[in-house]
C-alpha cells in the first residue's frame, strides 16, 4: 500500500493522517443489525498499520457499542491511534430524539467515552452540532475546561455555520471542523470552508460519495426500501438527472483507470493542504481502494470538468446535510 501523507491539526495541533477512518459503519446506529465486529476490529488495527491514524467515532454510535469495539482494536497500541470523538446527540431506540449540550451533560459524556474507549485522554472532542438552547461560550468553555483537566487534548466543531465557527474559535482554538463535503455537495465553500482557512482550522470532510449517489453503482429509480428514498435528490426525475452528472465522474473514472469512489475521494484531498476526507469502512477489503485514491493527480482539464459539471447547484434536491 502507499504511504498516507500528514495533514496539521489546527495551527499548532498535530500531524495526524491525511485520510481518517470512519468507524460510524462498525456499529448499529439506526437500529439495523450490528456488523461483524472481529472484522471490524481488524480493519481499524490494519488501517493503524497501513498509516491512517485519524479514527472518527461518536458516543452515540450504536450506544456506545463503537467507542468499546475501538477500545477493543487499540488496546495496546494507544500511541498509534488520534481518536476523534462526537457528542451530544440523543437517541433513543434507535431514532435521534435530540440534542443535549448542556455543561453537566458534557461533563458526563467525557467520562463514558472515556471508560468505553478504555484511554485516559481523548485527542479530539466535539459537539456532534450545535444547540440553539445552549450558549456557545458554555458549549466550548466546558470543553476547555476538560483540557484543562487532562481529559481532552483539542476542541473540534461539527456541522456549523461561519459564524458559529468564529464565535467558538474566539473562546478557544478550535482545531478541526467536521462537515459533509464532496462534489455534489459544495455549499460549504461559499463562506464556511473560507472561513475555516482563514482561522487556521483543518476540515474533516465526510460523505465524500453523497450517500453513494457519487460510486456509480445507483440506478434509477432505488429501491422502495432504500433509507435514500427520504431524500429529495434521490427520487423521480432529480435522481435521473443528477445520474446523468455522475455519468461524467464515471467516464473519468475509465479513462483513469481508478473507480467513481476513488475519484470523488479524491476529488476532495485536492480541495486544499488542510481537508481530509474522512471515509467510512467497515471491512479490510475497502482499505487498499481507498488508501490507493489518495495517490490520485488531476490534470488542470479533468478538474475543470469536475467542476463544471458539478458547480454548486449542479445536484439537484437535498438530503440531511442540505438543512
Known amino acids: 500500500m502507499s504511504e498516507i501523507t500528514k495533514i496539521q491539526l489546527g495551527k499548532n495541533g498535530p500531524m495526524v493522517s491525511k485520510l481518517g477512518l470512519g468507524c460510524m459503519r462498525m456499529s448499529s446506529i ?58 451530544g446527540a440523543i437517541f433513543h431506540n434507535g431514532h435521534w430524539i435530540g440534542l443535549d449540550l448542556h455543561p453537566i451533560a458534557i461533563k458526563n459524556f467525557v467520562n463514558y467515552s472515556l471508560t468505553r474507549l478504555g484511554i485516559d485522554t481523548i485527542d479530539l472532542y466535539q459537539p456532534s452540532r450545535m444547540d440553539g438552547s445552549v450558549p456557545i461560550e458554555d458549549i466550548i468553555g466546558t470543553i476547555a475546561g476538560l483540557v484543562e483537566e487532562g481529559k481532552v487534548r483539542h476542541i473540534g466543531v461539527s456541522e456549523i455555520t461561519a459564524d458559529q465557527l468564529r464565535k ?23 463562506d464556511l470552508l473560507p472561513a475555516a482557512k482563514e482561522l487556521g482550522i483543518s476540515v474533516v470532510a465526510f460523505a465524500n460519495t453523497a450517500e453513494g449517489l457519487l460510486t456509480g453503482n445507483l440506478q434509477a429509480p432505488i429501491p422502495i426500501d432504500d433509507h435514500r428514498n427520504h431524500f429529495s435528490r434521490f427520487q423521480g426525475d432529480n435522481l435521473v438527472h443528477n445520474l446523468e452528472k455522475v455519468g461524467v465522474l464515471k467516464e473519468i473514472a475509465h479513462l483513469k483507470n481508478v473507480t467513481p469512489t476513488q475519484l470523488a475521494i479524491a476529488w476532495v484531498k485536492e480541495q486544499g493542504d488542510n481537508i481530509m476526507p474522512l471515509v467510512s469502512m467497515s471491512r479490510r477489503s475497502r482499505l487498499p481502494e481507498n488508501i490507493a485514491a489518495m495517490e490520485i493527480v488531476f490534470t488542470p482539464q479533468e478538474m475543470n470538468i469536475l467542476n463544471s459539471t458539478f458547480a454548486m447547484g449542479a445536484i439537484k434536491g437535498g438530503t440531511y446535510l442540505q438543512r
Open 30 to 87: 439506526w437500529g439495523g443489525p450490528t456488523p461483524d465486529e472481529t472484522e471490524s476490529i481488524a480493519t481499524i488495527q490494519q488501517a493503524l498499520d497501513s498509516g491512517i491514524n485519524f479514527l472518527n467515532t461518536g458516543d452515540f454510535y450504536g450506544a456506545g457499542h463503537n467507542e468499546m469495539l475501538i477500545g477493543k482494536a487499540i488496546k495496546g497500541r494507544r500511541n498509534d491511534a488520534f481518536i476523534s470523538v462526537k457528542f
Open 168 to 190: 467558538a474559535n474566539s473562546i478557544y482554538p478550535i482545531s478541526a471542523l467536521e462537515i459533509g463535503y464532496s462534489l455534489a455537495d459544495r455549499q460549504i465553500e461559499s
